[in-house]
């Protein structure tokens, strides 16, 4: 299988949004550090409303001209070193304020559909332009904040006219339906690649924009508990790097859905989730041996445990018949 190794490069969305060098600098660091020992490239999905938001502040605020620089340095050297830099859209970076010190974050408009038609396709265009302004015209792969990619009318103009033509936001069974947040691919093609034109869920083989999913695989009830557990009560190496808090996302029921019945998990670098990595590529690739393994992750989230986690499965990978590539060189390739 190709296998890509996907990050939201990205703070946090909740009160205290945390800071760039533990969310974001630091454990991207080392994730690199077990990359490199394989020579394996990742792909950052870089949270460009974030950037668009250091960049307008920069002038005034001096904290915020040295986030901008960190970002921009890390940046230049990820794209310098083969990893992929693309377009991760979280919009209410549009309605958060800094006031010298500290971040007023409000995520009432969290998904993107907030906003009108002709405000999505300036948000794409300055959000797009935040990348390139750093890395140059190589961005055209896409991944909806909080996965809320739906309805996808609204946003395909504009993304077909900045030529982001790739998108990797779709997971088997995902469903989510709460204040902030809404998707269903419960429909979604159970295929690794695909081809669409309306709505990211249903196959046409004549569409402008390919689906790459991520991948999912199938864990008790168990597994979420545990994963909770290491969720709350961390230490030492199930301890996060990132130092901010979320703001809510999946709603009660669906938490208590994973908790009681047998469910997809996505396959992720996060955490508790990486000691699903190797049997997931295990089960997906008997599914289809040359079809897309991707691996979703985020820095902020990673741990020491996850990283050896990673290692282990960098290791296995390499001495099978699998390849870890990026969209770009995967795009190149074909
Ligand atoms: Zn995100």
């Known amino acids: 299988m190709q296998i890509f190794l996907t990050l939201d490069y990205e703070l946090f ?5 945390g800071t760039v060098e533990n969310s974001i600098i630091l454990p991207t660091e080392k994730l690199l550090e077990v990359g490199d020992k394989y020579d394996a490239k990742f792909v950052f999905f870089v949270d460009s409303g974030y950037l668009d938001r250091l960049s307008f502040y920069k002038k005034r605020y001096e904290k915020l001209a040295k986030d901008y620089e960190k970002i921009v340095n890390q940046l230049r050297f990820l794209d310098a070193n083969g990893h ?32 009108e038609e002709d405000e999505i396709e300036d948000i794409v265009c300055r959000y797009k332009k935040a990348l390139t302004d750093i890395v140059g015209d190589k961005v055209f ?13 609204k946003l395909k103009k504009s993304l077909k006219k900045h030529n982001i ?7 088997e069974d995902g469903l989510n339906s709460s204040d902030t947040h809404y998707y269903d691919f419960r ?25 790459i999913p991520i991948s999912t695989y199938p864990v008790s009830p168990l597994f979420f508990w545990k994963f909770a557990y290491h969720k709350k009560f961390a230490k030492n190496d199930h301890k996060v790097y990132g130092d901010g808090v979320t703001a809510g996302g999946s709603s009660n029921s669906l938490i208590l859905k994973m908790l009681t019945r047998y469910s997809k998990s996505l396959v992720s670098l996060d955490g508790y989730r990486a000691s699903l990595l190797k049997n997931a590529l295990k089960e997906n690739s008997k599914k289809e041996l040359e ?13 020491p445990y996850s990283l050896k986690e990673l290692d282990n499965f960098l290791d296995f990978s390499i001495h099978s018949e699998h390849k870890v590539t990026t969209f770009a060189r995967f795009t190149a390739d074909k």
């Open 165 to 171: 033509w790739l998108d990797s936001t779709v997971y």
């Open 84 to 115: 992929d830099i693309q377009l991760h859209i979280h919009p209410h970076w549009e309605d958060c304020t800094f006031d010298g010190e500290k971040w007023s974050m409000d995520t009432k408009r969290f998904r993107i559909h907030s906003f």
């Open 291 to 303: 079809g897309n393994f991707v691996v979703i992750g985020h820095p902020k989230a990673v741990t």
């Open 141 to 153: 792969a896409y991944r909806a904040g909080g996965w809320c990619l739906q309805p996808f009318d």
């Open 13 to 17: 969305s909740g009160d205290n949004p």
């Open 187 to 211: 429909n979604a093609p159970k295929k690794s690649l695909w081809k669409f034109e309306k709505d990211p869920v249903v196959e046409d083989i004549n569409g402008f924009f390919t689906e």
